[in-house]
């Protein structure tokens, strides 16, 4: 069942890993897709975000440091990895606008035990490598997973 | 070297090219190479020039033709396609970037068998840039907890790709979760090009093209955005009406 909606105003983080980030500077989609099996052995259900307005109203930096701690709990980081910031209403638009079948993809909280602000990017399938391909267009941010030593 | 009608050839191959004259008249027919392994197979139509990767060394084709043709593999002219074995020579170990490895070891071992198969063909424009990247890759999704690996057989058809269309720009290269090798031409939001290789030989693709000459006041209907599955040597020619050869080749 999915919980809350997260608001369009708001903004969500994905973690990858750091081969996802071109040279260029630009997001390959495949950061965005769905696995076709999950280790029950079904499809992905939906896409893992994390919540930021969920840790902290409207600091970045609170935000940002919540939420690595979040992933800090749960997987095995290197500095390589990143966290892609979204704003959930200018992602779920892009993707209106742009499918032929206007596809509302909608954001949930889902919060598991261990992860207080973990959320989900539903209604991706089907046509879910289109869908990533225009979700990696609307990335506002790029950061490290790991916040980098103070100098 | 003439071909008459269908047959088999077999023998040892690490990779070469093959070409027929494109002058013969009526000229038609279909090479298609089988490595041992069943996922590998790449149908060609014999005409003009190709290049091809073995992966596994051995190579078995069968070739059809109605009408005379030559075929050189390997730089050696298969004298008839009755049956016929053959033998290429192939890289030496010290045209290999790579050390040899046994393939079971582990999924990255055998990609770099498979990169080192291919060494001396590719473009040495962006050989080393490719190498490195599909270590970086197989080396990233083992480190990963999901037991996922790259496919090996997705590689080959990208290489495969690369081989046959030596005058595409080097793409951007990732990983789709499933372990398939996916190339990204991209010059901006509305033109761009994702190229999954699957290991049937087939490839999944998406296609942001902006339409030429379009002038609508509705911006986004400017833009075509297709996606679909077709086999490896249909891509570009599919992709021709949407204008894509004028950004992905250079």
Redesign the interface.
């Known amino acids: 069942m999915r919980g809350t909606k997260v608001p369009d105003t708001d903004h969500v983080v994905r973690h990858t890993?750091?081969?996802?980030i071109?040279?260029?500077g630009?997001v390959?989609?495949?950061a965005f897709?769905?696995?076709?099996s999950m280790p029950d052995g079904k499809p992905e259900e939906y896409l893992s975000v994390n919540w930021l307005e969920h840790l902290h109203p409207a600091d970045t930096d609170t935000q940002m440091r919540m939420v690595r701690d979040e992933f800090a709990a749960n997987l095995?980081l290197?500095r390589s990895q990143k966290l892609l910031r979204l704003n959930v209403g200018t992602t779920t638009r892009n993707v209106a606008?742009?499918m032929?079948d206007g596809r509302h993809i909608s954001v949930h909280h889902a919060e598991l035990p261990t992860s207080p602000s973990h959320s989900g990017v539903y209604d991706c399938r089907p046509?879910e490598?289109?869908i990533a391909?225009l979700i990696a267009?609307t990335v506002i941010g790029i950061y490290d997973a790991i916040a980098a030593p103070p100098s | 070297m003439q071909i008459y009608g269908p047959g088999l050839v077999s023998g040892s191959v690490l990779g070469g090219q093959f070409s027929t004259p494109t002058s013969a008249v009526g000229f038609a027919g279909c090479l298609r190479l089988i490595d041992p392994v069943p996922l590998q197979a790449l149908w060609a139509p014999v005409h003009g020039a190709h290049t091809f990767i073995s992966r596994t060394g051995t190579l078995s084709a069968l070739a059809s033709a109605p009408t005379a043709g030559r075929v050189v593999i390997g730089g050696e002219d298969i004298t008839s396609i009755g049956i016929t074995s053959y033998r290429s020579d192939h890289a030496s170990e010290s045209d290999r970037p790579f050390e040899r490895l046994d393939e079971k070891r582990d999924e990255g071992a055998r990609l770099r068998a498979i990169l080192s198969r291919a060494w001396r063909l590719l473009s040495p424009k962006y050989r080393d840039q490719l190498a490195a990247r599909v270590q970086l890759l197989a080396s990233e999704l083992q480190d990963e907890e999901s037991g996922q690996v790259p496919s090996t057989e997705s590689l080959v058809q990208l290489l495969a790709f690369l081989l046959s269309n030596p005058s595409l720009h080097y793409p951007d290269i990732v990983l789709t979760p499933d372990g398939y090798f996916r190339a990204e031409w991209h010059r901006s939001r509305d033109r761009h090009l994702a190229v999954t290789f699957l290991p049937s030989g087939e490839v999944r693709y998406i296609v942001f093209a902006k339409r030429p000459g379009v002038r609508l006041s509705w911006p986004l209907a400017q833009v075509d955005r297709l996606s679909g599955i077709t086999s490896i040597d249909r891509l570009l020619s599919l992709l021709v009406p949407l204008g894509v050869h004028r950004w992905i080749e250079g």
């Open positions: 890993k750091r081969s996802n071109l040279p260029t630009r390959s989609a495949v897709m769905l696995r076709p095995r290197s606008e742009k032929e046509d490598e289109m391909e267009e």
